[in-house]
């Protein structure tokens, strides 16, 4: 479908604070998979999206990612349906 999935590591001034996962959408661009695809990942349960390992043709992405209320040590496995209308 044209999706590549990736990530990046994040940085707040020097501090490494993690890996975050990202997606490149035709027709949308770049995005950060828990931030702008109006996944609501704090009620979901998740601190925030660390990898993004697979996309299909109906807009699944399927990943690890942190558990929130974790010590940066709890992990899981998500899969979110993005919003084709979100922008």
Known sequence: NGTVLGTFTRFVGNTDTGERAFAWIPGRGVVKIDVN??????A???DYFE??????????????????????TSFGVYLVRR???AP
């Open 37 to 42: 695809l109006n996944v609501d990942v704090k």
């Open 44 to 46: 979901q349960g998740w």
């Open 51 to 72: 990898s993004a390992d697979a996309a299909s043709a109906q807009g699944h992405i399927a990943g690890a990612g942190a558990l929130a209320g974790g010590d940066g």
């Open 83 to 85: 919003n084709p209308a």
